[in-house]
């Protein structure tokens, strides 16, 4: 857990706004999921949550696979110390120089999202002289409660009658292993329950679709939706009561006692990890008796673009780091709003808090997911926030994304930053 020394010493390093990372506590993340998915399951990180490559190198110290879905992600990936054969290729409407740089790197087990795919990898595959393995991903029906279901976009994988055909398909090709099946219901499922429900669901497509299709299942990817709140205070639900029926529920689903099974997870390994700090630069009382807070960092750092709509839902909880600077004054309806030229740069609306002052320094807890890079960090120009990594007690160094990548090293709090 982050102290508020390891903060305040990030800030006199780097300035603000910026990330800070605890790579301890990913490390006790990755052991609490582990312990909630059956014996012998695989896990995969999903790198979309934060492709950062200390954060990467530490998941995939503790065992971890990688989905990937980009070739920035694959570099990120294999960078970070995974092997080409521990990596996933997701994601609908892979090209054809994706998948070349994926095979040339090495890697050859991707999830497959249609027909047109599938013989654009035998092509592939041909050419390289390799052989690609397969996961045929599925098109879920069910519309489980999460945060963001994923039936609700259609453009991802097979539907049933499609899969089976498919199937039959991949068999017939010289250059594609077809091992299993890929699905995934949605993220932020809410409680123990609705992940087993959705695990369980998902379980019976595959082994429906397989038994139609007359094929074995080796892998029996299940995906994730593990929840843990975002921008806000709290835990994530305790998970130690999935493990059992879980495990009871799949080993009855109709799938073979030899499939693996393989779970996903972006922002339950790394969320509580990260916060953000921001600095108060304006404050401004207003008529109604609310108060608008101006920070440095806004949309721009955290946009929160995974599930949570286009832009960040202004609700974001702020704790003071330093100040508040007016001691004894009551808590009032604060917004707190970011520094770039549009109304909809609001972080929180109406959140009741002491009112700080210029200079204070807020943090936002719970954004160790979908940062920096699922926020509008191309908006005005203005450079990305700083990411600083502390193992325990140890400063580990600080990233910053230029160019769309992130580069080790960043500007210091007294060099002088375009506006």
């Known amino acids: 857990m982050l102290t508020s020394d390891q903060l305040e010493d990030a800030v006199l390093r780097h300035g603000t706004p910026l990330y800070v990372y605890d790579l ?16 012998k399951s695989r896990l995969l990180y999903s790198l979309k949550a934060n492709p950062l490559p200390e954060l990467v190198r530490t998941i995939a110290a503790e065992g971890c696979w990688a989905e990937v879905s980009s070739v920035g992600e694959i570099d990120v990936a294999l960078e970070s110390g995974v092997p080409p054969e521990r990596v996933l290729c997701t994601g609908p409407g892979k090209t054809e120089a994706e998948i070349r740089h994926a095979l040339t790197r090495g890697i050859v087990r991707f ?6 795919e599938m013989a654009r990898l035998d092509r592939l595959a041909e050419s390289a002289g390799r052989t690609v393995e397969l996961l045929l991903r599925l098109q879920p029906t069910m519309r489980p409660p999460a945060g963001l279901s994923m039936a609700d976009g259609r453009q991802f994988g097979f539907e049933e009658t499609e899969a089976v055909q498919a199937c039959k398909t991949a068999r017939g090709s010289a250059h594609l292993r077809l091992r299993g099946f890929h699905v995934y219901l949605g993220s932020q499922v809410p409680d123990v329950t609705a992940l087993l429900e959705g695990f369980t669901f998902a379980s019976a497509v ?3 679709v397989a038994t139609e299709a007359g094929v074995d299942v080796e892998v029996a990817d299940l995906g994730g939706g593990f929840p843990w709140p975002y921008a806000a205070e709290g835990e994530g639900v305790p998970l130690a009561d999935l493990v059992s029926p879980l495990s009871s529920a799949l080993s009855g689903g109709g799938l073979s006692g030899t499939a693996e099974l393989w779970f996903e997870s972006g922002r339950r390994l790394c969320a509580s990890a990260g916060a953000l700090v921001t600095t108060v630069v304006d404050v401004k009382p207003r008529a109604d008796g609310r108060c608008v807070v101006v920070t440095d960092a806004g949309i721009n750092a955290l946009g929160g673009m995974s599930g949570l709509g286009r832009t960040l839902r202004p609700r974001a909880a702020f704790r003071p780091l330093t100040g508040p600077g007016h001691d004894g004054v009551a808590a009032t309806p604060v917004d707190v709003v970011g520094p770039s030229c549009t109304p909809l740069d609001r972080l929180t609306v109406g959140t009741e808090m002491e009112m700080p002052a210029v200079g204070d320094q807020l943090v936002v807890p719970n954004v160790g997911a979908y940062g920096p890079t699922a926020s509008l960090t191309a908006f005005l120009s203005r450079p990305a926030p700083a990411e600083v990594v502390y193992d ?7 990233w910053q994304i230029r160019g769309g990548h992130r580069a080790l090293g960043t500007a210091g709090p007294t060099e002088d930053r375009p506006c």
């Open 206 to 208: 595959i082994a429906r």
């Open 24 to 39: 301890q506590e990913v490390r006790e993340r990755v052991k609490e999921l582990r312990n909630a998915i059956p014996e």
């Open 111 to 116: 999830s497959c999202e249609s027909s047109v």
């Open 392 to 398: 325990g007690d140890s400063y580990r160094g600080a």
